[in-house]
């Protein structure tokens, strides 16, 4: 854990004034150094700059708020020690939480800021557009920070840092079925990629009878005739596969209509912006499965003190994969060739393979790599846990089960993928 005093004043001034336009004042923050030919910078500009696409605003926006203290975090830790004789900075776009919205913010980061590595997104079939549209053919590498998509498998140059969504499919599939002892269930899904390879693998792993299921939109104003027809269908056990805000209609919608169903949900159905926005009462008993990350293991409690301290509440799951995104993506810069996409793309998985010693902080790999160290010399163990990038770009994980009880959340289990 840095040392308070060591970090940098304005940069913790600027995010605790978090919220949406704080966040946005991060967007598009154009930094020096890096240029367009993907030469290192020179010796008075000495800083390397990368991009990121998160949600600032949309309905994945309490991610991205969580997000971005996670990685103010892990620069000031990075910048504590340095990277590669220089700082390492990066410029944060909006993607609204939409494709389109990140295919912009994409175009403008490599194109335009010519960056080498580029963070992002949040939502598979954001990050999906990004790769498909701007950085597939590319030497830019991508790595995301919070997509659980099973579709992301399929494109290996993709990476990301939270495990795939199949591993939650599978423990709702168990839960519903073994478990609770529910043989009927209704489900409904996002209409999108994450929604859509959620439920493909979750109906492959259900042993039970699915007696309704039908996709919907995403930012409806009320979904009470989706909600009817899965009442209208028997089953007493219903899975939503969806986001924050439609999650939220969705229980305003069962609760305005009288029904008393049992509640599961995936990743991204937990949040503020659920607890805010529905009555008291209306989910408890509600159990959802997410990504984890190894709440005893040393750096990420010190990664935790660090943001209670600074922020007044306790980081996600999520906020750690955003902090091991920002720290992989300097431990590349350092042990790379040169700062270019070529370079960093031949490095950016060997620093977290089991090959090399295995090391917590970003401080102990630097010092390896600083004092002669290859890529291959250091296995990064990240505060969400081991990373270890397969040869699809995946990474290991693990998943913690989620309870409603008095309208919060409590952890009852944790589960190895």
């Given at each position: 854990?840095?040392?308070?005093?060591?970090?940098?004043?304005?940069?913790?001034?600027?995010?605790?004034?978090?919220?949406?336009?704080?966040?946005?004042?991060?967007?598009?923050?154009?930094?020096?150094?890096?240029?367009?030919?993907?030469?290192?910078?020179?010796?008075?500009?000495?800083?390397?700059?990368?991009?990121?696409?998160?949600?600032?605003?949309?309905?994945?926006?309490?991610?991205?708020?969580?997000?971005?203290?996670?990685?103010?975090?892990?620069?000031?830790?990075?910048?504590?020690?340095?990277?590669?004789?220089?700082?390492?900075?990066?410029?944060?776009?909006?993607?609204?939480?939409?494709?389109?919205?990140?295919?912009?913010?994409?175009?403008?980061?490599?194109?335009?800021?010519?960056?080498?590595f580029?963070?992002?997104?949040?939502?598979?079939?954001?990050?999906?557009?990004?790769?498909?549209?701007?950085?597939?053919?590319?030497?830019?590498?991508q790595?995301?920070?919070?997509s659980?998509?099973?579709?992301?498998?399929?494109?290996?140059?993709?990476?990301?840092?939270s495990?795939?969504?199949?591993?939650?499919?599978?423990?709702?599939?168990?839960i519903?079925?073994?478990?609770?002892?529910?043989?009927?269930?209704?489900?409904?899904?996002?209409?999108?990629e994450?929604?859509?390879?959620?439920?493909?693998?979750?109906?492959?792993?259900?042993?039970?009878?699915?007696?309704?299921?039908?996709?919907?939109?995403?930012?409806?104003?009320?979904?009470?005739?989706?909600?009817?027809?899965?009442n209208?269908?028997?089953?007493?056990?219903?899975?939503?596969?969806?986001?924050?805000?439609e999650?939220?209609?969705?229980?305003?919608?069962?609760?305005?209509?009288?029904?008393?169903?049992?509640?599961?949900?995936?990743?991204?159905?937990?949040?503020?912006?659920?607890?805010?926005?529905?009555?008291?009462?209306?989910?408890?008993?509600?159990?959802?499965?997410?990504?984890?990350?190894?709440e005893?293991?040393?750096?990420?409690?010190?990664?935790?003190?660090?943001?209670?301290?600074?922020?007044?509440?306790?980081?996600t799951?999520?906020?750690?994969?955003?902090?091991?995104?920002?720290?992989?993506?300097?431990?590349?810069?350092?042990?790379?060739?040169?700062?270019?996409?070529?370079?960093?793309?031949?490095?950016?998985?060997?620093?977290?393979?089991?090959?090399?010693?295995?090391?917590?902080?970003?401080?102990?790999?630097?010092a390896?790599?600083?004092?002669?160290?290859?890529?291959?010399?250091?296995?990064?163990?990240?505060?969400?846990?081991?990373?270890?990038?397969?040869?699809?770009?995946?990474?290991?994980?693990?998943?913690?089960?989620?309870?409603?009880?008095?309208?919060?959340?409590?952890?009852?289990?944790?589960r190895?993928?």
């Amino acid at each position: 854990m840095a040392d308070d005093t060591m970090r940098n004043p304005d940069r913790r001034t600027l995010l605790k004034a978090s919220g949406a336009a704080s966040m946005l004042a991060l967007a598009g923050c154009v930094s020096t150094g890096n240029g367009d030919d993907g030469d290192e910078p020179s010796e008075d500009e000495d800083i390397y700059s990368i991009g990121m696409i998160d949600s600032l605003t949309g309905s994945l926006a309490d991610f991205g708020e969580r997000n971005q203290r996670a990685v103010e975090i892990a620069l000031n830790d990075v910048n504590d020690v340095g990277v590669r004789g220089g700082e390492l900075d990066i410029i944060v776009e909006d993607s609204e939480g939409q494709s389109q919205g990140g295919v912009s913010a994409a175009q403008k980061l490599v194109n335009q800021d010519g960056v080498p590595f580029v963070i992002g997104a949040v939502g598979s079939g954001v990050s999906l557009a990004i790769y498909e549209s701007v950085i597939q053919d590319t030497d830019v590498v991508q790595l995301s920070q919070n997509s659980t998509g099973l579709g992301l498998t399929d494109f290996p140059g993709l990476l990301r840092m939270s495990p795939s969504g199949r591993t939650q499919s599978i423990a709702l599939a168990d839960i519903i079925f073994n478990e609770d002892e529910y043989d009927e269930v209704a489900v409904t899904y996002i209409n999108d990629e994450f929604g859509e390879s959620l439920y493909d693998a979750f109906e492959e792993a259900y042993e039970g009878e699915i007696v309704y299921e039908s996709s919907h939109d995403g930012e409806g104003s009320s979904y009470s005739s989706l909600v009817s027809a899965m009442n209208d269908s028997g089953a007493e056990a219903w899975l939503f596969i969806t986001y924050q805000e439609e999650f939220a209609t969705q229980v305003n919608d069962i609760f305005s209509g009288g029904y008393d169903p049992q509640l599961y949900g995936a990743d991204s159905n937990r949040g503020d912006t659920v607890l805010n926005n529905t009555p008291d009462g209306s989910m408890d008993g509600m159990k959802l499965v997410e990504p984890a990350a190894p709440e005893e293991q040393d750096n990420y409690l010190a990664f935790a003190d660090d943001f209670e301290a600074e922020f007044g509440e306790s980081p996600t799951a999520w906020s750690a994969f955003s902090y091991d995104c920002v720290v992989t993506a300097a431990l590349s810069i350092q042990a790379a060739s040169g700062f270019d996409g070529a370079a960093l793309g031949e490095v950016v998985r060997d620093v977290t393979r089991p090959e090399g010693e295995e090391v917590f902080t970003y401080e102990e790999a630097h010092a390896i790599l600083d004092d002669g160290g290859s890529p291959d010399d250091i296995d990064y163990q990240g505060v969400s846990g081991p990373i270890d990038f397969d040869e699809n770009g995946d990474p290991r994980g693990s998943l913690a089960v989620f309870e409603v009880q008095d309208h919060g959340y409590e952890v009852i289990e944790f589960r190895e993928s």
